[in-house]
């Protein structure tokens, strides 16, 4: 098959850190073909300026441009982000709060044990099933380690970042024009549409036309290009996912600086961010309006925050859902544009760059459905493991939980995840029988269904000797391992004097 080649002319529409990802890409993949990359902004419309944590993924991708992290993260007071730590959201005993770690190359030497137990627990062994102890990433963020193996520990470690959206943003900006992407400000008016329906050129507002071969919409919720122009449908999630709005504040770091981890601690109608950059940290409220209004939910953040009563906050509405297909006519959907998912596992940028690598691969090989059809199971996928934090939490002190915690609109494949998970089957098989691990893996759903305490009640289990899990060596092992890791402040003082230097 001979690939498409590429288009000679690219117009992107947003500046947000959507935007400036996919120009870095395409210029790094095209540019060299000869495709120009066009970024246009509007200096009248903002960026969203939230989305400060990130999966493994941008690492990949800070990687594949060649920026070193002495380059951007000071630049971004960007921190290491090990995993999260949920808080709150099951008042069992015991399953208070616990962590969702990133994956280790050392993780098969505790992961099956952890498995083991889970399953004993499940079908009424009393043996320790907590996540907690099985984990690396828990161990280094909950020490105040950084997830960066040194050279004498030869098992790759993955990690993610937290920083400042504008930042990041800027930064991005600066390298995509140094390697050749045009920057055009202007506010778009008009999409003009050739005869077959394509995007012929984007018309500002001073009267300048853009015409490409190629458009990304990455005007953010507005999603001018794919649904105000192109006029495609967007499939909302509020039916199992109720969360809306948002509110966010800033505070201090605490004390002890910051740890490598995002934490995510339930609330009466949502839940509450803690992000720790260098600087400060970034705390957001993620809550749904039918259950609290916007004045009650920003007293809420500032007394869970410690801030007096008039605090300043910035208030934000979200749009849940995806557009039906990503990729229509010679537009490709990019950012909030293309879709969201609430922020709970921090997964909006990993989908920018999974949708710009998917859809070049795709553009050369002219597979628009098998692209359309694959984004669209990413969303799927991604959200059931959303929608399961809610559905699966331990708690009922609200009509929010009592609603999220008790409705059946829930997806075939996680009602099947969830019904293994109770009837003592094998979960590790049944996602990898879904073809789902992709999105989330074994361990992840383990982890999760086990944090939060989903076992038969204590005085239902029963005493097994000898017991199979000798969690004294797991943790000789976990803790044994963690010593190799650097202390995160650390490693972000190193850092800050690279970049001082
Ligand atoms: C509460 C909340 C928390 C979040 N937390 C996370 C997180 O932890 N991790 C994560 O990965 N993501 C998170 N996200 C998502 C993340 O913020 C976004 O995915 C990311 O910022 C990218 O946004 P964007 O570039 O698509 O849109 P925006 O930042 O909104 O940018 C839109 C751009 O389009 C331009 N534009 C729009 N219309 C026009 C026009 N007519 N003419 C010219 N220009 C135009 C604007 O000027 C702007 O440059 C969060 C989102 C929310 C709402």
Same mark, same amino acid.
């Given at each position: 098959?001979?690939?498409?080649?590429?288009?000679?002319?690219?117009?992107?529409?947003?500046?947000? !850190?959507?935007?400036?990802?996919?120009?870095?890409?395409?210029?790094?993949?095209?540019?060299?073909?000869?495709?120009?990359?066009? *970024?246009?902004?509007?200096?009248?419309?903002?960026?969203?300026? %939230?989305?400060?944590?990130?999966?493994?993924?941008?690492?990949?991708?800070?990687?594949?441009?060649?920026?070193?992290?002495?380059?951007?993260?000071?630049?971004?007071?960007? !921190?290491?982000?090990? &995993?999260?730590?949920?808080?709150?959201?099951?008042?069992?005993?015991?399953?208070?709060?616990?962590?969702?770690?990133?994956?280790?190359?050392?993780?098969?030497?505790?992961?099956?044990?952890?498995?083991?137990?889970?399953?004993?627990?499940?079908?009424?062994?009393?043996?320790?099933?907590? =996540?907690?102890?099985?984990? *690396? !990433?828990?161990?280094?963020?909950?020490?105040?380690?950084? =997830?960066?193996?040194?050279?004498?520990?030869?098992?790759?470690?993955?990690?993610?970042?937290?920083?400042? +959206?504008?930042?990041?943003? +800027?930064?991005?900006?600066?390298?995509?024009?140094?390697? &050749?992407?045009?920057?055009?400000?202007?506010?778009?008016?008009?999409?003009?549409?050739?005869?077959?329906?394509?995007?012929?050129?984007?018309?500002?507002?001073?009267?300048?036309?853009?015409?490409?071969?190629?458009?990304?919409?990455?005007?953010?919720?507005?999603?001018?290009?794919?649904?105000?122009?192109?006029?495609?449908?967007?499939?909302?999630?509020?039916?199992?996912?109720?969360?809306?709005?948002?509110? %966010?504040?800033?505070?201090?770091?605490?004390?002890?600086?910051?740890?490598?981890?995002?934490?995510?601690?339930?609330?009466?109608?949502?839940?509450?961010?803690?992000?720790?950059?260098?600087?400060?940290?970034?705390?957001?409220?993620?809550?749904?309006?039918?259950?609290?209004?916007?004045?009650?939910?920003?007293?809420?953040?500032?007394? $869970?925050?410690?801030?007096?009563?008039?605090?300043?906050?910035?208030?934000?509405?979200?749009?849940?859902?995806?557009?039906?297909?990503?990729?229509?006519?010679?537009? *490709?959907?990019?950012?909030?544009?293309?879709?969201?998912?609430?922020?709970?596992?921090?997964?909006?940028? $990993?989908?920018?760059? +999974?949708?710009?690598?998917?859809?070049?691969?795709?553009?050369?090989?002219?597979?628009?459905?098998?692209?359309?059809?694959?984004?669209?199971?990413?969303?799927?996928?991604?959200?059931?493991?959303?929608?399961?934090?809610?559905?699966?939490?331990?708690?009922?002190?609200?009509?929010?939980?009592?609603?999220?915690?008790?409705?059946?609109?829930?997806?075939?494949?996680?009602?099947?995840?969830?019904?293994?998970?109770?009837? &003592?089957?094998?979960?590790?098989?049944? %996602?990898?029988?879904?073809?789902?691990?992709?999105?989330?893996?074994?361990?992840?759903? $383990? %982890?999760?269904?086990?944090?939060?305490?989903?076992?038969?009640?204590?005085?239902?289990?029963?005493?097994?000797?000898?017991?199979?899990?000798?969690?004294?060596?797991?943790?000789?092992?976990?803790?044994?391992?963690?010593?190799?890791?650097?202390? $995160?402040?650390?490693?972000?003082?190193?850092?800050?004097?690279?970049?001082?230097?």
């Amino acid at each position: 098959m001979i690939p498409t080649p590429p288009p000679r002319s690219v117009v992107i529409l947003g500046g947000g !850190t959507a935007g400036w990802m996919a120009a870095n890409l395409l210029q790094q993949r095209w540019g060299g073909s000869g495709t120009t990359v066009t *970024l246009i902004e509007s200096k009248d419309i903002g960026i969203i300026g %939230v989305g400060e944590g990130s999966t493994p993924q941008l690492k990949a991708f800070f990687d594949e441009l060649g920026v070193g992290e002495a380059e951007w993260m000071p630049r971004c007071n960007a !921190t290491y982000k090990a &995993g999260i730590e949920f808080v709150g959201w099951s008042d069992k005993p015991g399953s208070e709060r616990y962590f969702h770690p990133f994956a280790t190359a050392v993780d098969p030497f505790t992961e099956q044990t952890f498995f083991q137990a889970a399953a004993l627990r499940r079908r009424g062994a009393a043996v320790p099933a907590h =996540p907690d102890p099985f984990f *690396l !990433t828990t161990r280094i963020a909950r020490d105040c380690r950084a =997830p960066l193996a040194p050279a004498n520990f030869p098992f790759p470690v993955q990690y993610g970042y937290h920083f400042d +959206a504008y930042l990041v943003g +800027a930064t991005l900006r600066e390298i995509a024009v140094g390697r &050749g992407v045009r920057h055009e400000i202007a506010t778009i008016a008009e999409v003009v549409l050739g005869e077959t329906g394509d995007i012929a050129s984007l018309r500002s507002d001073d009267g300048r036309d853009f015409a490409a071969d190629l458009f990304l919409d990455a005007s953010g919720f507005r999603a001018t290009l794919i649904e105000g122009a192109l006029g495609e449908p967007h499939r909302g999630f509020g039916d199992n996912l109720f969360n809306d709005s948002a509110v %966010v504040t800033p505070t201090p770091l605490p004390p002890d600086g910051a740890k490598a981890m995002t934490s995510a601690t339930a609330a009466s109608a949502g839940w509450i961010w803690h992000i720790p950059l260098t600087t400060r940290a970034g705390n957001g409220y993620v809550y749904s309006s039918r259950y609290i209004d916007r004045d009650d939910a920003a007293a809420e953040l500032r007394r $869970h925050c410690g801030l007096p009563p008039d605090a300043e906050v910035r208030h934000l509405s979200m749009k849940c859902g995806r557009v039906e297909r990503s990729w229509v006519k010679n537009c *490709l959907a990019i950012g909030l544009a293309q879709g969201f998912l609430e922020p709970l596992e921090a997964t909006a940028l $990993h989908i920018v760059l +999974a949708t710009v690598k998917g859809f070049t691969d795709a553009w050369e090989r002219g597979d628009r459905d098998g692209f359309n059809a694959s984004i669209a199971r990413r969303y799927e996928g991604i959200r059931d493991y959303v929608v399961c934090h809610y559905r699966m939490a331990q708690r009922r002190d609200t009509d929010y939980w009592r609603d999220a915690t008790s409705h059946d609109r829930l997806s075939d494949s996680l009602k099947s995840i969830i019904t293994t998970w109770f009837t &003592g089957g094998d979960l590790e098989e049944e %996602v990898h029988r879904q073809d789902i691990a992709a999105y989330y893996s074994p361990m992840s759903w $383990h %982890v999760m269904l086990a944090g939060y305490g989903n076992f038969p009640p204590p005085e239902k289990l029963q005493p097994l000797a000898p017991s199979p899990v000798d969690l004294a060596e797991v943790d000789r092992f976990v803790s044994g391992c963690a010593l190799n890791f650097p202390s $995160h402040a650390e490693v972000l003082s190193r850092l800050a004097a690279a970049k001082a230097a």
